[in-house]
């Protein structure tokens, strides 16, 4: 999982490697807050591990819209 430095005060790569991991069975991972890996057993739940990192994304991306269109409008 990669990060870029910019939003490394934001995010994590490692939480996000962590949370993929244990929908895959790791026991989670590391790295650094810009870039980190993990493992798992479960292959068959890799669709999910990416389904539910691209909601969590997207679910930071839109409270970041949010707030700009909050910002603006003032």
């Known amino acids: 999982v990669g990060v870029t ?13 962590k949370l993929g991991s244990e929908i ?15 493992g798992g057993l ?9 389904e539910n990192l691209k909601v969590l994304i997207l679910s930071f991306l839109k409270i970041a819209i949010n707030l ?3 910002l603006i409008c003032r």
């Open 5 to 17: 430095t910019k939003l490394t005060s934001k995010y994590d790569a490692v939480k996000f490697a």
């Open 42 to 50: 479960s292959e068959n739940k890799i669709d999910e591990a990416f």
């Open 24 to 38: 895959i069975g790791g026991k989670g991972g590391g790295g650094r807050s810009d870039f980190a890996q993990a």
């Open 68 to 70: 700009i269109q909050k």
